[in-house]
Nanobody, 119 residues
Framework: QVQLVESGGGLVQAGGSLSLSCAASGSIFGVNHMGWYRRAPGKQRELVARIHSGGSTDYSDSAKGRFTISRDNAKNTVYLQMSSLKPEDTAVYYC?????????????WGQGTQVTVSS
């Protein structure tokens, strides 16, 4: 029911900045979080940052201090502002929504957007 579309990926030089956005169709109800995950070649998918419906945020150690996550609930959109990018940030970045209902949850994932950081 919820569909996610990421945008903003591309090629950037090390030390540069890039902003990602993710727009969700449909309504997101109740307790939830929207987040960014990434998968680099040959590596496991990892959490980059997430923001909860209550407003709290979580960042990976790598992202902390360099990336900022925010959301616009009226537009069902989540953003990731990235700065001081490093080659190791190169990955496919995925937007995800986790929607909780009682003890159950549903998750929705976008197609991913490629971020490439050149040295």
């Amino acid at each position: 029911q919820v569909q996610l579309v990421e945008s903003g990926g591309g090629l950037v030089q090390a030390g540069g900045s890039l902003s990602l956005s993710c727009a969700a169709s449909g309504s997101i109800f109740g307790v939830n979080h929207m987040g960014w995950y990434r998968r680099a070649p040959g590596k496991q998918r990892e959490l980059v940052a997430r923001i909860h419906s209550g407003g709290s945020t979580d960042y990976s150690d790598s992202a902390k201090g360099r990336f900022t996550i925010s959301r616009d609930n009226a537009k069902n959109t989540v953003y990731l502002q990235m700065s001081s990018l490093k080659p190791e940030d190169t990955a496919v970045y995925y937007c995800a929504v986790f929607e909780y209902s009682g003890l159950l949850y549903k998750d929705y994932w976008g197609q991913g957007t490629q971020v490439t950081v050149s040295s």
